[in-house]
């Protein structure tokens, strides 16, 4: 009998308490590959960093009303109760609407707060300013920014496609090549929104590479394909996908491998966009040598690879890391326009996938039907930002922007509010995020540890984690339904969103609009009503809410284990047509052309990466990629047992090729430091040959850790985004280009300073200094 169960979106655990603590989680016994992120839990919850009480920050406190003094981030707090917490901020939220309006909030909130279907920080946090006026939310993501916005003008909704991926069995039946760009990143497998109940991917992907599947992983790191792939391992200069891409498409053409069938039956646009691969309009032939100017990758290399795709069937799997990057809306177009030139979209095991590797469910599992949600109310203010430009927004009020071919303002944000996300791990540029941050009025965030996010808001609120309330987990695109009992009681005053909501919206008259009379066990038990109902009508049959919540996890059919992406619309594209202005594959939109825009006209166009075109490689020599950790999900729980273990000195590690770092006099295990003219951080060096030449690769999520006295406020733990550009893929989607971004690299010789960010700020008492 399994007991204490938890879910998070790295999959179900098993929860060991004593003494009312978390003392560990394990990995569901069921789970074929459970994930060892696991083991930040009891850590971090019972780390020095938790957030115990409510705090203001003390310059915010000192100040009259809309002028706070002192600078966030570098400021103390003073612990306060609940109640004067509340009471302050019911009287702020009142005195900014009364003042600006409504239009004057910001709670974009982006973030992946936590799994659970109830306690969803952004969810109780939107239904409660929806009770008072509503707010200026963000749209879109920074997982796949370009791929939202560009994919249904060219094929369809990008969340569709994914939803609708070849599923991988199938291509382990019937591909013979799969060419990942920017690999399957094992590490990410780990983790799904909202949660997983088995990690499938895995043994699916071993399944493709056992039955002869043939895999090329086009990626500067080697392990962003699974060793058992035995992938052959190409590694193009970061941002010169594009490029591959054209010279494979050229060889194609040169040598008739396309096929002009399928071209004329399911495309639009090819011989504009042939114009321009031949050289014809612009004197400039992409082919293979070209590519291989671009690139790095040897030119016959490409064309001995362009003959291997058409020579049988193949999939092209191109993550979404790749649009994460400086004109990012081109590898994915040039990514459609390659797999319909082969014809093989709609094939079991050919065309095309983008994401694979962005959770542990595509390709390999969907959901049945939709659970029961916490119903986040309407929003009376529709005004909304590109998720990626918060600091610009903050900076530029009143200021003008494209968007998706619209032409847009900047609203004039005096309050912000954060719950469940950390800009200060996830935006670009954080010297410049840091600038922004100072500007509004007032900050709020809702957290359970310190992190630099909490650390630049003046009221900080403590919230319980997973295991300290009660909820049940089901994830956006998994088959599981997964209980969340409360396990122990949240620490110090922390208390979940919910209780924090219902008072504030007490303080402001609308407790009853916010809460319908409901407890947390209430609404849990009408959401699982509603999951029940939506299981019966397709035939599932689930306990009731009591039976559900003591026992272990449930596991509903595969809706589509067969899948085949875009096989309907290709045995009769008529009766079938896409969602796309022509109906069909777009390779040339008349629509994007239209929008005029210079950072993404109407077909796939190669553009160099930004800091390359400006010459900075002279500076800068090295490519920084900054993907997703392995050991942990983001930023979160970084000061748990697991992140911490895999530290140098305390530092996030950063890879380096053998001769990037002898020219360096690096030795793994060094302490380094990454600088250019945005910023610096230090980092423990990890000597690799698993990293291509010239490339340096530091994880995500370490908590930042700016050291005020250092040049350019040095973070001091390894927080790559003060080394990324504040500068988008480009103004159709406006997505976040964090991929793209040179960097130099030094041994740091002097004193190393402690990291401090795993400690509490400093508190004082009110009117002391
Ligand atoms: N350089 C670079 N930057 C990147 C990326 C990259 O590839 N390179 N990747 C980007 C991508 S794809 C993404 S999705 C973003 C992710 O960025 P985020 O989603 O902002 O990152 P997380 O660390 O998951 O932040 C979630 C925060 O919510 C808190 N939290 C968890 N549960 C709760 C809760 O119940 N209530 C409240 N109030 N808080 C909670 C956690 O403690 C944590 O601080 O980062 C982006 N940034
Ligand atoms: N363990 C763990 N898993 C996660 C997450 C996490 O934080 N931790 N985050 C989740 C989230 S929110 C997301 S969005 C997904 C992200 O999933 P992805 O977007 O697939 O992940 P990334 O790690 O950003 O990028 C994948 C790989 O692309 C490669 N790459 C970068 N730039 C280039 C380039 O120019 N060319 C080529 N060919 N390759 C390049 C890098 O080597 C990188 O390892 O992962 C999810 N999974
Ligand atoms: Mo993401």
């Excluded at 109760?81 to 509340?86: G, M, N, P, Q, V």
């Excluded at 590490?187 to 109940?197: I, K």
């Excluded at 400086?326 to 030139?341: F, K, S």
């Excluded at 900075?616 to 999900?633: K, N």
Aim: one cysteine or more.
């Amino acid at each position: 009998m399994v007991k204490n169960l938890t879910s998070s979106h790295w999959g179900p655990g098993i929860v060991s308490v004593n003494d009312g603590r978390i003392v560990d989680v394990a990995a569901h016994p069921d789970d074929p590959s459970g994930s060892a992120i696991n083991g930040n839990i009891a850590g971090s919850l019972n780390g020095r960093a938790r957030i115990l009480r409510p705090a203001i920050r003390k310059g915010w406190l000192e100040g009259d009303p809309g002028t706070p003094r002192g600078e966030r981030g570098r400021d103390v707090f003073v612990e306060v109760s609940w109640d004067e917490a509340l009471d302050r901020l019911a009287v702020e939220i009142e005195r900014v609407r009364n003042v600006y309006g409504n239009e004057a909030i910001f709670a974009g909130s982006y973030g992946w707060a936590s799994a659970g279907r109830f306690h969803h920080a952004q969810s109780q946090l939107k239904r409660f300013l929806n009770t008072v006026g509503g707010f200026v939310r963000s749209e879109g993501n920074y997982s796949y920014q370009a791929a939202l916005v560009l994919m249904p003008h060219i094929v369809m909704n990008y969340r569709e496609q994914v939803a609708q991926a070849t599923r991988w069995p199938v291509i382990a039946q019937h591909a013979d090549l799969v060419v990942m760009f920017g690999g399957v990143a094992p590490r990410n497998m780990q983790v799904s929104d909202g949660g997983l109940s088995r990690h499938r991917g895995y043994d699916n992907l071993r399944a493709c590479a056992n039955a002869g599947v043939r895999f090329v992983n086009l990626s500067p790191l080697r392990s962003d394909g699974m060793p058992e792939l035995n992938a052959e391992w190409l590694s193009p200069q970061p941002g010169s996908d594009t490029a591959v891409m054209m010279g494979l498409a050229h060889t194609l053409l040169a040598e008739g491998l396309h096929d002009r069938a399928f071209l004329d039956r399911y495309t639009v646009g090819f011989d504009r966009f042939a114009a321009y691969l031949t050289g014809e309009t612009d004197g400039t032939p992409k082919n293979a040598d070209w590519a291989e100017q671009k690139s790095g990758i040897a030119a016959n290399r490409i064309r001995d690879l362009a003959r291997r795709m058409a020579g049988g069937r193949t999939m092209i799997a191109t993550a979404a890391g790749l649009q994460r990057a400086d004109y990012g809306e081109q590898p994915l177009w040039m990514t459609v326009t390659l797999a319909a030139m082969l014809g093989q979209i709609g094939l079991p095991g050919g065309g095309y996938t983008v994401g694979y590797g962005v959770n542990g469910n595509i390709g390999n599992m969907e959901r049945l039907f939709a659970w029961g949600s916490f119903p986040q109310g309407r929003n009376p203010v529709d005004d909304f930002i590109p998720v990626a430009m918060t600091s610009e927004m903050l900076l530029n009020p009143g200021g003008g922007y494209r968007f998706d071919g619209s032409e847009r303002i900047f609203p004039d944000i005096r309050m912000v509010w954060w719950a469940g996300g950390n800009p200060f791990h996830h935006h670009q540029d954080l010297n410049r995020l840091r600038a922004a941050f100072q500007k509004p009025e007032t900050i709020i965030v809702n957290e359970m540890n310190w992190t630099a996010t909490a650390r630049h808001a003046d009221i900080v609120l403590p919230v319980a984690a997973p295991q300290e309330r009660l909820d049940f987990g089901g994830g956006k695109s998994d088959n599981g339904l997964i209980p969340m009992p409360a396990l122990v009681p949240p620490p110090g005053e922390a208390r979940s969103e919910y209780e924090t909501f219902a008072e504030l919206a007490a303080r402001l008259g609308t407790r009853a609009a916010f809460t319908e009379g409901k407890s947390t066990e209430d609404w849990l038990r009408a959401m699982w009503a509603v999951t029940r109902r939506n299981g019966a009508d397709t035939g599932v049959e689930l306990p009731d809410w009591d039976a559900f919540i003591s026992g272990d996890l449930i596991q509903v059919p595969d809706p589509s284990p067969e899948q085949v992406f875009l096989a309907d619309f290709r045995a009769d594209p008529d009766a079938n047509p896409l969602p796309t202005p022509s109906g069909r594959i777009e390779i040339y939109s008349e629509t994007i052309a239209g929008f005029g825009l210079d950072d993404c006209p109407g077909h796939a166009t190669w553009r160099a990466p930004r800091d390359v075109a400006d010459g900075l490689a002279d500076a800068y020599p090295l490519y920084l990629i900054s993907g997703q950790p392995g050991t942990r999900l983001h930023s979160q729980l970084d000061n748990g047992a697991y992140s911490r273990s895999m530290k140098i000195e305390g530092r996030e590690p950063v890879l380096v090729h053998p001769d990037d770092a002898a020219a360096r006099d690096i030795v793994d295990g060094d302490v380094v430091e990454l600088f250019n003219a945005r910023g610096r951080c230090l980092a423990g060096a990890r000597v690799t040959d698993d990293v291509a030449k010239g490339c340096v690769f530091l994880w995500t999520g370490a908590w930042y850790d700016p050291d005020f006295d250092a040049e350019h406020h040095r973070d001091r733990h390894g927080n790559p985004n003060v080394l990324t550009h504040d500068l988008r893929t480009s103004s159709l989607a406006q997505g976040p280009a964090a991929h793209s971004a040179l960097v130099q690299m030094r041994r740091f010789d002097e004193p190393v300073p402690e990291v401090t960010v795993f400690d509490p700020p400093t508190f004082v008492a009110k009117g002391d200094r």
